[in-house]
């Protein structure tokens, strides 16, 4: 069983920058970052591979950035240039070891309760 919690939601204003955090516990490889906002679909906006190879949905291309801290199990997202649309539940998920990464909006395995990101414009 993997565990995972996010923090370091908030809220900033528009051209902002925020950083958030999913420490997880257990084994996993691939994992990924979700946003949901009010009324809309959830939304993969960026995957990481174990060795850290990402891959980024166009809306947030060149402005998010994914790490990890594989030793202290840790996954990161660098938020830059933040935009009002930017403003969802963010959500951290993994995969099962093992299970490779495969393109955006891929069926997680395990979920983290998510943190807020406002952006006011």
């Known amino acids: 069983q993997v565990r995972l919690l996010e923090s370091g939601g908030g809220s900033v204003q528009a051209g902002g920058s925020l950083r958030l955090s999913c420490e997880y516990s257990g084994s996993t490889g691939c994992m990924g970052w979700f946003r949901q906002a009010p009324g809309k679909e959830r939304e993969e906006v960026t995957k990481?591979?174990?060795?850290?190879?990402?891959i980024y949905a166009d809306s947030v291309k060149g402005r998010f950035a994914a790490s990890r801290d594989n030793a202290k199990n840790i996954l990161f997202l660098q938020m830059n240039n933040l935009k009002a649309e930017d403003t969802a539940m963010y959500f951290c998920?993994?995969?099962?070891?093992?299970?490779?990464?495969?393109?955006?909006?891929?069926?997680?395995?395990?979920w983290g309760q998510g943190t807020q990101v406002t952006v006011s414009s």
């Open positions: 990481i591979a174990f060795g850290g190879g990402t």
């Open positions: 998920a993994a995969l099962r070891i093992g299970t490779s990464c495969g393109p955006l909006g891929q069926l997680m395995d395990y």
